[in-house]
């Protein structure tokens, strides 16, 4: 680097997550990026692009499968769910007192009721935990979900 030269520290991350780039270069005294640079920060910019992309398309928070190992209809919430009621699953089936395996596919818990709004019986899953099938207690039963 020549002595009119500044450093130039780029840091990407996404969401809470560091990804470890850390990239020095040098620009000009006119502010001007190297070729190099330029490139660099459009594949960062793209890379940040394709990331928030794909957590987007993956941001159903809570996901519910109609039969044990995850079969059957399925449906996906981004959020809490109050009610069931007057939702479905994929394959037409109505959704309230349907349910037989859950995945918190979400950071902190996620807790699942028997009655709508909460109330009845209920079980909690930690952060992206799963359960291929919620048990007698449980099983075609559940009316709702709160994160």
Known sequence: MGAN???LAVFLTVGADWQGCHVFHSINTRGKMSTGIRRLAGAVLVAAA????SATAASADVRLWQHQNYSGGY????GGDATY???Y????TRLW???TSVYNARSGW???YTDHYGG???FCLNSYVSSPNVGTRFNDRLSSHYI
Do not use: I, K, L, Q
Not at 50 to 53: E, K, M, N
Not at 89 to 92: E, K, L, T
């Open 97 to 99: 007192d349907a349910v």
């Open 5 to 7: 030269s500044v450093r």
């Open 89 to 92: 699953f994929n394959n037409g």
């Open 85 to 87: 009621h007057g939702n």
């Open 110 to 112: 996620t807790c699942f």
């Open 50 to 53: 394709v990331s928030t992309a």
């Open 120 to 122: 009845g019986d209920y």
């Open 75 to 78: 449906a996906s919430r981004a």
